[in-house]
């Protein structure tokens, strides 16, 4: 290539050589920056895509659960931060684990809890009785992992939601919106009162395909934000205690 230029400096000058190499940068530039900008162009189309798309969303029931650590406040307080984080990373290790084997997916963590959907994105059949099976087990585990040092709280309601991604900006994430969401976080926060450890609405009890042995109705309770009062069952196991707590 250096013997081509060379040659064209020699015949024809300077004027002609630089003129030479701006038409083959051209030349380059338009066989070329169509192969780069293609890459770009889908990835714009794609987003485009993925956020018309999100804007819709897909109804159907699902179960939800929310999982939430009791009295954490106090041990965040008497705890360093790498202990408070050691603590929740070792919680949630038991759960993730129990949710996915269920057939769930852990949808969020949110600071001390966690929410889980059983039946969204993908289908799932029996998802209320999976949902139950993993609650179960998530208080088994903790049970023997902590002993009494650490105690959750599990609320589990079923019903219809519109799942989805949700976002915008270039940042989407997978979401739940609806009434059965805000019902399960209201039950899970029952439990404070109630001194269960796990409640199940009536609506996840009637699409049961099994009831599990040791549940008990607990009656009809007022939620916050709720002018309806909910009916939800206690799932009481052997070597559950219990306590009836004031907060």
């Known amino acids: 290539m250096d013997r081509v ?14 003129a030479l190499c701006v038409i083959g940068f051209l030349v380059s530039l338009a066989v070329y920056l169509p ?6 162009i889908a990835f714009e189309k794609s987003d485009r895509y993925v956020e018309a798309a999100a804007v819709t969303g897909e109804r159907r029931e699902v179960t939800v659960m929310f999982v939430d650590v009791r009295d954490f406040t106090p041990f965040a307080e008497a705890n ?4 408070t984080v050691a603590r929740l ?10 949710v996915v084997d269920a057939g769930g997916q852990v949808n969020k963590f949110l600071g001390d809890g966690a929410l889980a959907v059983f039946g969204a994105p993908n289908d799932l059949a029996n998802h209320s009785d999976a949902a139950v099976s993993a609650a179960v087990l998530i208080q088994r585990l903790v049970a023997e992992r902590f002993g009494g040092e650490l105690r959750i709280g599990i609320g589990i309601n079923t019903g219809v939601v519109i799942a989805g991604t949700i ?11 609806g009434d059965t969401v805000n019902v399960a976080a209201r039950v899970e926060q029952l439990t404070k ?21 040791g549940l008990i109705d607990r009656g009809f309770h007022v939620l916050k934000g709720k ?21």
């Open 193 to 213: 009162t109630t001194g269960d450890a796990i409640l199940l609405t009536q609506q996840c009890v009637d699409t049961l395909a099994s009831r599990p042995p």
């Open 35 to 40: 192969l780069f900008s293609l890459p770009v």
């Open 5 to 18: 230029w060379q040659w064209a400096w020699d015949r024809y000058g300077a004027r002609y050589t630089w």
């Open 89 to 98: 990373n070792a919680l949630f290790e038991n759960v993730v684990p129990a």
């Open 80 to 83: 360093t931060a790498e202990d």
């Open 227 to 247: 002018s309806a009062s909910v009916q939800v069952f206690g799932l009481v196991q052997e070597s559950d205690v219990r306590v009836t707590l004031t907060h």
């Open 167 to 177: 976002g915008g900006g270039g940042k989407l994430e997978f979401t739940l919106i």
